[in-house]
C-alpha cells in the first residue's frame, strides 16, 4: 500500500489487503534478521525493529479485543459511544494522526510500549497475528462494523467504529513498519 492513501476511506477488502501486504514485506524486510538485529537502536531514545513491532502486536491485540466487545453489543455503551458524530470525527482524526505520512511524533500509551529485549521470534509472530487479522476482517460486514462503535482500548473518552479501528491497524502497521525500516538505514545498523 502506498504513502499517500487516504486511510480514512479504506474498505474493509482494503484493509485486508493492507495487512496482508504488511505481512509479506515485513518477511521479506525483517525475516532473516537475528536477535541482534532486531534488538539494535540507532539511540536511546528511539526503538528497534523489534520493539516497533512488539508494539504493533501489543496494539492490534487490544484494538481486536475493543473491537469485538463492541460488536458483539453485550457491554453498555459509553457517553462517548452514544454521541453521533464525535465517533466519526474522532475516528478520522486518529486514522490521519497514525498514518505514515503524519510528521507529528507520538507517544505510545503506556499499555503498548515495548520491552527493550525482545526475542527475534517477534516478526514471524507479527504475521501470525495479522494473518489471524486478516481473517476476522474478512468475517465483519462493513455495514456493521461501520455503524459498531467501540471505546479505544488506550483512551476511553475516545471512541470510534470498527471499521476505523480496521483503517487505524492498517495505517498504524505501515507507520512503523516505515519506522523500522529507517532504524536499519541508520549508521551502525549490524549487518
Request: proline content about 6%.
Amino acid at each position: 500500500m502506498a504513502l499517500d492513501v487516504d486511510y480514512t476511506k479504506l474498505s474493509l477488502t482494503e484493509v485486508r489487503s493492507g495487512l496482508q501486504d504488511m505481512m509479506r514485506q515485513t518477511q521479506a524486510t525483517f525475516g532473516a534478521y537475528d536477535a541482534r538485529q532486531v534488538n539494535w537502536r540507532p539511540d536511546a531514545t528511539r526503538w528497534s525493529v523489534a520493539q516497533c513491532f512488539e508494539h504493533l502486536l501489543t496494539t492490534g491485540n487490544l484494538i481486536r479485543r475493543a473491537a469485538e466487545v463492541a460488536l458483539n453489543g453485550t457491554e453498555p455503551r459509553s457517553i462517548w459511544q452514544r454521541l453521533p458524530i464525535l465517533p466519526r470525527v474522532t475516528g478520522r482524526l486518529l486514522i490521519r494522526s497514525l498514518a505514515p505520512h503524519a510528521t507529528r511524533k507520538l507517544t505510545a500509551p503506556p499499555t503498548a510500549q515495548p520491552a527493550s529485549d525482545i526475542s527475534a521470534d517477534v516478526i514471524r509472530r507479527f504475521i501470525d497475528r495479522r494473518s489471524q487479522l486478516v481473517e476476522w476482517v474478512q468475517s465483519l460486514d462493513e455495514k456493521s462494523a461501520s455503524r459498531a462503535i467501540m471505546t479505544s482500548p488506550f483512551v476511553d473518552v475516545v471512541a470510534y467504529s470498527v471499521l476505523d479501528a480496521c483503517r487505524i491497524l492498517v495505517a498504524h502497521d505501515r507507520r512503523h513498519f516505515e519506522q523500522a525500516c529507517r532504524v536499519t538505514q541508520a549508521p551502525g545498523f549490524p549487518l
